[in-house]
């Protein structure tokens, strides 16, 4: 036993699968050498991104989440599925959800929503350049897009009662970007 290196897997078992998680059990060692048992969320990832308009105004949409019970400002965000480019999937969620189209992608980075339940990594870009497209609404989502100045979606974002964890994380990519000395 003492051959174990510590968080070494020793094994998974998928317990739930479906088009977007699998819920997982793996057995490990622990830092003294024992056999500790983790369940998790396994996802594929998220993907979101921040529209700037040419005037700096942005897009959020306000979305009913249905698990909350409740409506929620939010940046355009959507599940990756296994095999899928980030930045693909960034660029069809803006287009669904917020019915526009970027030519110009900048990475801000990626962070971990729920790193204690899941892998899941989210991953954020600015999208500039943008063109009116057709919105494509999934039947599991009702929502409505709002152009506004980004003092005001900032605004909103940080002021609801029960705010979004991963537009207000791409606040901070975005803070962090623009201290580096970047302009929108």
């Not at 968080?7 to 060692?29: G, I, K, P, T």
């Not at 105004?57 to 306000?62: I, K, M």
């Not at 790193?115 to 919105?135: F, P, T």
């Not at 152009?147 to 009662?161: C, H, S, T, W, Y």
């Amino acid at each position: 036993m003492t051959d174990r290196k510590p968080f070494q897997r020793l094994s998974r078992e998928v317990l739930v699968e479906n088009a977007f998680h699998r819920y997982c059990m793996d057995r490990y060692v622990q830092k003294d050498g024992s056999e500790g048992v983790y369940y998790y969320v396994d996802m594929p990832g998220s993907c979101a991104c921040i529209p700037v308009f040419d005037d700096g105004s942005t897009v959020l949409v306000h979305q009913h989440r249905y698990l909350l019970g409740g409506d929620f400002w939010e940046f355009p965000t959507g599940g990756m599925k296994v095999g899928d480019d980030p930045l693909m999937v960034a660029m069809k969620e803006l287009r669904e959800e917020a019915g526009f189209c970027g030519s110009d992608w900048t990475p801000l980075g990626h962070f971990a929503p729920y790193k204690g339940v899941s892998n899941e990594i989210c991953h954020y870009w600015i999208a500039r350049g943008l063109s009116e497209s057709q919105q494509e609404l999934e039947l599991s989502e009702q929502l409505t897009v709002h152009r506004m100045p980004m003092a005001e979606a900032r605004r909103r974002l940080i002021d609801q009662e029960c705010a979004d964890g991963q537009s207000l994380s791409g606040l901070v990519l975005l803070d962090r970007w623009l201290a580096k000395g970047n302009q929108l």
